[in-house]
């Protein structure tokens, strides 16, 4: 991280906010911060200056583990061919109800 | 699917999908957002001063109120680009050397003085008026975490123009001197906001690869001519006069005829040598090197007091959750 004599870079944090109950954590930005207390509170200022979030997570980038999208295709291609998994698969007579 | 990495960029962009940031891109699309973003973002960390030196001479409690929310919204726009600009895998701190160093540049608005408290008004009314129109079609822009963060700043310019507009019109209910004070700022800030969209069409060799790219959708005399139309409006209801002589109505093309900036001064400007370029840098660069201390302590301590060991004890099951802040609200 800091090397000595040096001026001290922080690291980065994501800032992950709910908007509102009811409503999942939802990915905003980043910012730079010292430790995840101050990370919490600039996300604050920063993310939430209009009551924009009633909840913030703040995670270290570098400890984020993401899937490439280079990888894209092999990656998600193991859901590409369950069709049956949807509803729609199976036909049932229109004059069945509430189906 | 054999689609080349090129072709999939080129279809995204077809298509008017965003590309995110670990995407394959071209190299020139890579660099254009990396120097379009960071000048962005250095152009509101320097957009802080010609108001913020207004905050302590602010003629009431609620103009100071006003002014600093405004100001500290300047930063987070900074804030937000900056971020966007990480995304290309660039530095934030190299960002700001290049500021400071003037390796890379900023709008050429944010060089000229403010004199008196009507320029907050009309930087408020007519360059933020300015940075609306150029900013709204950028919500659209085909790199995904800038035009999220134009959406995020969109929605905050709206209060910026607003206030201007309103401390204007309060200031031309008020005396013949503020009334002067209004037209003198108006007239002193009309020809740099229209610098603000950039050279004419003909001299702007990069606009056509920006809108190949989907990074611009519009030209710079586009979005000038909708910033002249939007304007004059604003200025009759607010009763002072644009200094542009050719300035008027053209029925047949159903917009404004109006003059063009000196393009020259212009060009002087963005070179370093308009009114406050030296004193814009020399501020930010202080304030850079008076923080470092500050930086350092923060990291220092933190070195001193982790919050979580490299390894958790076992006695100590990790619920694969953020762990609740004190006075952060409930995770």
Redesign the interface.
């Known amino acids: 991280?800091?090397t000595p004599g040096q001026?001290?870079?922080?690291p980065?944090y994501e800032v992950f906010v709910r908007g509102k109950r009811g409503l999942n954590h939802v990915h905003v930005?980043?910012?730079?911060a010292?430790?995840?207390?101050?990370a919490?509170h600039h996300a604050?200022?920063?993310y939430t200056?209009?009551n924009e979030?009633?909840?913030?997570?703040?995670?270290r980038a570098d400890e984020i583990t993401?899937s490439?999208?280079?990888e894209r295709?092999p990656f998600f291609a193991p859901s590409g061919d369950k069709v049956y998994r949807h509803p729609t698969f199976y036909a049932i007579p229109d004059d069945v109800p509430h189906i | 699917m054999t689609a080349t990495v090129e072709e999939q960029f080129d279809q995204v962009v077809a298509h008017d999908r965003r590309i995110e940031p670990r995407d394959w891109m071209p190299e020139g699309y890579r660099k254009t957002m990396v120097r379009q973003i960071s000048q962005h973002a250095h152009s509101e960390i320097i957009g802080m001063q010609p108001e913020g030196v207004w905050i302590s001479s602010a003629p009431s409690l609620r103009r100071k109120a006003i002014l600093l929310a405004k100001v500290q919204d300047e930063a987070g726009h900074g804030l937000y680009l900056y971020s966007a600009a990480e995304t290309l895998g660039v530095d934030r701190s190299d960002l700001t050397n290049r500021l400071i160093t003037g390796t890379q540049k900023y709008s050429s608005i944010f060089n000229y003085p403010t004199l008196t408290f009507a320029d907050v008004g009309v930087i408020g009314w007519l360059v933020d008026g300015a940075a609306i129109c150029n900013q709204v079609p950028l919500c659209r822009s085909s790199y995904g975490p800038y035009a999220r963060a134009m959406v995020r700043i969109c929605k905050e310019e709206s209060f910026h123009q607003r206030q201007g507009y309103e401390l204007l019109l309060t200031m031309m209910r008020g005396s013949q001197s503020q009334r002067e004070m209004v037209q003198d700022a108006t007239a002193r800030w009309w020809w740099p906001s229209l610098m603000m969209f950039g050279p004419p069409d003909a001299d702007s060799p990069n606009t056509a690869q920006s809108m190949r790219w989907r990074i611009k959708r519009h030209t710079n005399d586009e979005l000038r001519q909708r910033f002249v139309d939007m304007t004059v409006p604003q200025a009759d209801a607010l009763g002072v006069t644009l200094p542009d002589p050719a300035l008027r109505w053209n029925e047949s093309r159903g917009a404004h005829d109006f003059g063009q900036p000196d393009w020259e001064e212009f060009k002087r400007v963005v070179g370093g040598d308009g009114p406050c370029n030296a004193d814009r840098i020399a501020h930010r660069r202080a304030a850079q090197e008076n923080g470092a201390w500050v930086r350092e302590a923060a990291m220092a301590h933190a070195a001193k007091h982790p919050r979580f060991a490299p390894f958790s004890a076992p006695d100590q099951p990790d619920s694969g959750r953020p762990k609740v802040q004190s006075g952060g609200g409930s995770a």
């Open positions: 991280m800091s001026d001290a870079n922080w980065l930005g980043s910012l730079h010292a430790d995840p207390d101050m919490l604050r200022d920063l200056r209009r979030g009633v909840g913030i997570w703040v995670v993401a490439s999208p280079d295709d």
